[in-house]
């Protein structure tokens, strides 16, 4: 999964309004300057978030944008999904059928059945991520979701940064 860069600014501009909770509206001009973006980008984003309802608008000189629902009730893979389509696109197979106009693979597929698993796993945990917690900075914590097919241990978690310490240091020391 890549994250665009409309992806990243959408959902950058969506907290900076749930920020100030479902009552209250910011303008484009509030919203792109607050997170350095060109007002027309902010205007593009924003009709995004809007056509897929988790936003709403508001005419006239005291209107703006404002989050359509509470913080709590928006979670990432809404926002992300919206922004930026499904996690797998539907027409995968048949972007990368090779020569042929048909994948050779299409009656049984293990790439297919492998990135749908992929799908699986990172809607599991997107969608059990609320805009609110992110605002609140809770720390992403995958273990928090006991729907989640999977599991990491602390002991896991410990072994794979010291992993990472150890190349770091034989890093270090092929350069001396």
Known sequence: MRITAVEEYGLR???NLARGGIDKQMSISEIAENEGLSVPYASK??????????VTASRGRSGGFHISRLPEQITLYEVLT??????????????YSGQLEQCVHIDYCTVHDVLGGLA?????????????????????????????????????LEGELSTIE?????EMKSKE
């Open 13 to 15: 501009c969506l907290l």
């Open 45 to 54: 984003l924003l009709s995004i978030l809007r056509k897929q309802g988790l």
């Open 82 to 95: 919206a922004l930026g389509g499904p996690l797998i696109d539907p027409n995968h197979c048949s972007k």
């Open 120 to 156: 699986g796993y990172i809607q599991t945990f997107l969608t059990g991520t609320t805009i609110k917690e992110i605002i609140d900075g809770l720390p992403v914590d995958f273990r928090k979701h006991p729907e989640a097919p999977f599991e990491i241990s602390d002991k896991a």
């Open 166 to 170: 150890h190349t770091e240091k034989e």
